[in-house]
């Protein structure tokens, strides 16, 4: 069964401070990952999909890098801004052909002025 | 396109009532699936379906049930409602069954008193 851990359980920083999420899964057997944010009380916004024959993906001050074989993705966030404060949650996707999802508990960040 | 929709964005049921949460995409998505999310417990899969009349179940199934009757909709029908239930609700679909792009839908808050 796939099991996903995210380190650090939460974070809290200055403003413009780069910083990295990890997420980590004992399956590496999987097609795709990808990456959302979820503001308090709020639905999933995806951020990216790193698809299996990709192994970086970036969107504006987002990067994220996926290295299967050791059953690793990290999120990279530069230049953090206050407006980047909120949980991050990341899903690898049809590890060994299961249909079933597991996701990780997030990161909850906190980006102070 | 409107994406994910669901409804209704919140409810409160007495101990033993029945209710059914609506999921609909119009994405053409042949995989959709409903989670619970709740406070340290993250995102937990309780059913899913990879297309019109095939459903399976997830990790937390027991007292709810779902069917699929069309690709557009996936219903989720809490049988006797119990305090434990008392969750948000988060439907999703993907058009390459689990290892697809996951969307989400904007969530269902569900408290039973």
């Known amino acids: 069964k796939q099991e996903v851990t995210q380190i650090p359980a939460a974070l809290s920083v200055p403003e413009g401070e780069n910083l990295v999420l990890n997420c980590s899964f004992t399956d590496s057997a999987i097609y795709n990952l990808q990456w959302f944010r979820q503001d308090p009380g709020k639905g999933l916004t995806s951020l990216l999909l790193?698809?299996?024959?990709?192994r970086e993906q970036t969107s504006g001050r987002l990067n994220a890098s996926l290295d299967k074989s050791s059953g690793r993705s990290t999120l990279y966030i530069a230049a953090s801004q206050p407006g980047d404060s909120a949980t991050y949650l990341c899903a690898p996707l049809g590890q060994g052909g299961s249909e079933k999802l597991v996701f990780g508990k997030g990161t909850k960040l906190t980006v102070n002025p | 396109n409107a994406g994910v929709t669901q409804t209704p964005k919140f409810q409160v049921l007495k101990t033993g009532q029945s209710m059914t949460l609506q999921c609909a995409q119009d994405m053409n998505h042949e995989y959709m699936s409903w989670y619970r999310q709740d406070p340290g417990m993250g995102l937990r899969l309780i059913h899913y379906?990879?297309?019109?009349?095939?459903?399976d179940q997830g990790e937390v199934p027991n007292g709810y049930n779902v069917s699929r009757s069309t690709t557009e909709d996936f219903p989720l029908r809490l049988l006797s409602a119990a305090p434990s239930q008392t969750s948000v609700y988060f439907c999703a679909s993907s058009y390459i069954r689990g290892a697809g792009e996951q969307y989400f839908g904007p969530g269902t808050r569900l408290t039973v008193t």
């Open positions: 790193i698809q299996s024959s990709q």
């Open positions: 379906s990879v297309g019109a009349g095939i459903t």
